[in-house]
């Protein structure tokens, strides 16, 4: 704990003048927030518009005016309870097509919408994005309550489908690539291992809050990572542990898609771009009214591209498809129905390990960033499809009610050549210490359901308002994996290219393999979020889970190994003060509860993964939630990690782990996000993470201490005429991983050599504008890495190098 507070002081001191800067810029919008974000006690019934308003600046002290609208003729659905004024303003203006701004300090104007405006208060739910933001104003990926950002007692980075498509993102490996504090290591070919906090990843993204196929049964989240960004409405990542909804995983972080929701309005569009190294992508958005009163919804969004690559012989083309329909009926409920399918095929592949950085005798490659042992023959295809029905009702006491259900196929089918992780010194051939040159054909189909049923509202105890969540949530995995080795031709840095394995002639280093994993986890989980006093919200709550992993041979049903783990408890708490009407401290402690899947030197699987997640921090709010900052510290424990153990691989063709006690991780972050001016975008923070053994050893070096990432856009109205400018920097401290060369199994003669393989420091700045030619289209440009500077990704002995220049340009029309 001593060390806990040692980092929470020297990080909140680091960033303290910052944060007084910020407040300075910001203190112009210090009057809207007393207005959008104080509290009031409502008690105004349904009634016409006018003497609603009434009754609210009455009880509010605020003056509405009009602009150029007429309030007559129209109702309000009136609002009760404790509520800020933005939210009781959107709850009285709901379904008049009217929206509110201000004006002067305590001064509303009431004016016609500028956008389209929720059926009900079940789907104003679901909007939560200001348009063409960079920020969201409400989440709920912590604990199942709808908050902001602001009343969340961890850090939280939101990427917005305008984000997305002002730099030109394509997939989620792409969007996370932007979130502050993420750094993947792998395979710049194909999918990558994300890191988050020092800890991996090792859940799959999240789609609308439903748990999908475990990413280390689909090696580092091929399906989920492979997610066209065209279906996205936002991604919300909540930063440490997440037990209560997640069920079981690491301190790392919870990565939840939020997909595209129809509209109330037609709105749709389509846009095509081009770029470097003969890139080509179409995609298509229509959201439509389905029926003459609008209760019946629709949206519908397509995508196709094909590409090229830097990387040689490298080649990827790519599809989906995705609809939505919902319904929403008078009593309050909504039943929604949403299908999509993916599809990609990747050529030129090369296994993640087998792009050798160094000589045999410890000497450094010079390769080129096009470096590849990827065979024109080597592919990876991937392709999912999924169905996700959802019913919400929302009771006449406020209570809401929602069940959902998501059933998803999965297929990865993969043929990649391991020549070797080193390069002969002498004959520059490609050798590997633990096997002959050899390709690997791999067939996995990943089935996986999910169900949610969930229900919050609001009650009253001790003449005060608090929050409640209660639900349950289901997942199973069934996956299997059949592998079988064959010979290849050597290769060596004069000859990159050999013949396809004859496949009439299989040859197993380690046996061919059939492997089923059945993986099941549910659990019952709630919140409470107490009102103690106006200002201090305590958060309690916790998961009680239940956990089960079964592995057989796929091919005679013989069992391998399995694991369960029942009542796991999962607790969570969280307090949030508010220091004044913009600004909030916070504090949250979370257990962790991880089920290990590696196996040891004994063929057994590993001890589970426990330990505890803290974090402290404040956060700041203005302008109604569009202009998001926080500072945090943090500090995880956790004992029974399970680490490569380089002793090779067992016999059913799983690589040995080994099992480490007394990892702790601590760090701080300051994250900004949302408009600074009504012109000016902002997205982005900074990170600083270290983690050690119990020993004080450094652990994870491969991955930077420090990182610096921020995006902006500024749109140029006085100027150009619309013109946007904007574009992105990113910045990593130095990493570096220690290895030892033995090649002593194939050279008894050999001598074992140290190893480290770093990386300095370094930038990469992209560049993007936006002209609107006309009000429904748009052209764009973007330039990646405009200094071309060459850095490799992966430091775990390989060539893994990162994009080099490039450049694409956009054509967009908005109906």
Request: glycine content about 8%.
């Amino acid at each position: 704990m001593d060390s806990f507070i040692s980092t929470a002081r020297v990080g909140v001191g680091r960033w303290l003048a910052l944060l007084l800067a910020l407040l300075a810029t910001s203190h112009a919008w210090a009057a809207e927030a007393e207005l959008t974000q104080r509290q009031v006690n409502f008690d105004i019934k349904a009634q016409p518009l006018v003497s609603a308003l009434l009754a609210f600046s009455a009880q509010t002290q605020v003056q509405v005016m009009s602009q150029g609208v007429d309030l007559a003729n129209r109702q309000s659905t009136g609002i009760t309870g404790r509520h800020t004024i933005a939210a009781a303003l959107a709850q009285l203006l709901a379904n008049t097509n009217l929206e509110y701004t201000t004006t002067a300090p305590n001064t509303i104007a009431i004016a016609p919408s500028t956008k389209a405006q929720p059926l009900s208060a079940l789907d104003a739910e679901h909007e939560v994005i200001v348009t063409g933001s960079y920020t969201t104003q409400s989440m709920n990926s912590a604990t199942g309550l709808n908050m902001t950002l602001r009343e969340t007692p961890q850090t939280v980075t939101i990427i917005t489908e305008q984000m997305i498509e002002d730099k030109g993102l394509v997939d989620m490996g792409e969007v996370l690539e932007h979130v502050p504090g993420i750094s993947q290591v792998g395979d710049a070919s194909e999918d990558a291992m994300i890191f988050i906090r020092g800890f991996q990843l090792d859940s799959a993204v999240q789609v609308d809050g439903l748990i999908t196929t475990p990413a280390n049964l689909t090696y580092s989240g091929a399906l989920s990572q492979g997610i066209d960004a065209a279906i996205v409405e936002r991604v919300e990542v909540l930063k440490g542990a997440a037990g209560i909804l997640g069920g079981l995983g690491e301190p790392s972080a919870t990565v939840n898609m939020i997909r595209k929701r129809p509209k109330d309005t037609f709105q749709s569009s389509m846009a095509l771009t081009g770029g470097s190294w003969n890139s080509f992508r179409a995609e298509g958005d229509v959201a439509t009214p389905l029926s003459e009163d609008g209760s019946v919804r629709g949206r519908f969004v397509g995508s196709w591209m094909d590409e090229d690559s830097f990387i040689d012989r490298y080649h990827r083309r790519g599809n989906v498809l995705y609809g939505i329909v919902d319904k929403s009926f008078n009593q309050g409920t909504k039943l929604s129905l949403a299908i999509d399918r993916v599809e990609s095929k990747y050529t030129g592949v090369y296994n993640w390990s087998s792009n050798p950085a160094y000589f045999t005798d410890g000497t450094p490659i010079d390769h080129d960033v096009s470096f590849s042992t990827g065979q024109r023959w080597a592919y990876r295809k991937v392709s999912e499809w999924s169905v996700t029905p959802e019913l919400e009702h929302r009771f006449d006491n406020g209570w809401t009610l929602r069940s959902s259900y998501r059933f998803s196929k999965g297929k990865i089918n993969v043929l990649n050549a391991s020549p070797g992780s080193y390069v002969d010194s002498d004959t520059l051939e490609l050798v590997d210490p633990w096997s002959t040159p050899y390709a690997l054909r791999s067939d996995r189909t990943s089935d996986t359901q999910s169900f949610n049923i969930v229900t919050t509202g609001k009650f009253s105890l001790f003449g005060r308002e608090h929050d409640a969540v209660l639900g349950y949530n289901y997942a199973r995995n069934e996956f299997v994996l059949r592998g079988r080795y064959y010979d290849v031709q050597a290769l060596s840095l004069n000859q990159l290219v050999v013949p396809a394995p004859d496949p009439s002639s299989p040859s197993s280093p380690y046996g061919a393999y059939a492997n089923k994993d059945i993986s099941t986890q549910d659990g019952v989980y709630g919140t409470l979020r107490l009102s103690v006093v106006d200002r201090l919200k305590l958060m309690a709550g916790g998961r009680v889970s239940r956990w089960e992993l079964d592995s057989s041979d796929a091919n005679t049903g013989a069992p391998r190994s399995s694991a369960k783990e029942d009542s796991v408890i999962t607790p969570y708490f969280g307090l949030v003060f508010d220091l004044n009407s913009f600004a909030s401290l916070y504090a949250s402690h979370t257990g962790i509860f991880l089920p290990n899947s590696s196996y040891g030197a004994d063929g057994k699987m590993l001890e589970p993964t426990e330990g505890t997640n803290n974090e402290v921090g404040v956060k700041l709010a203005f302008h109604d939630n569009r202009l998001n900052v926080s500072a945090a510290v943090y500090e995880a424990n956790k004992d029974n990690v399970a680490e490569w153990a380089n002793q090779g691989m067992l016999p059913n063709g799983e690589w040995i782990y080994k099992s480490v006690d007394g990892i702790k991780t601590k760090g701080y972050e300051l994250e900004i996000a949302g408009a600074v001016t009504a012109n000016w975008e902002l997205s982005g923070g900074y990170t600083h993470n270290s983690a050690k053994d119990e020993d004080g050893n450094k652990r994870t070096t491969y991955i930077p201490n420090d990182m610096f990432k921020i995006t902006s856009s500024f749109k140029l109205d006085s100027m150009l005429s619309g013109l946007t400018v904007g574009g992105s920097v990113r910045w990593q401290s130095d990493s570096y991983y220690d290895f030892v060369i033995n090649m002593s199994g194939v050279d008894p003669s050999a001598t074992p050599i140290d190893v480290r393989q770093e990386q300095d420091p370094y930038w990469l700045l992209d560049l993007m504008a936006r002209y609107p030619v006309t009000s429904s289209f748009s052209l764009s440009a973007n330039i990646n890495n405009v200094t071309d500077k060459k850095y490799n990704r992966s430091m775990w002995g390989y060539a893994d190098y990162g994009e080099p220049r490039s450049f694409s340009v956009t054509a967009r029309m908005k109906f």
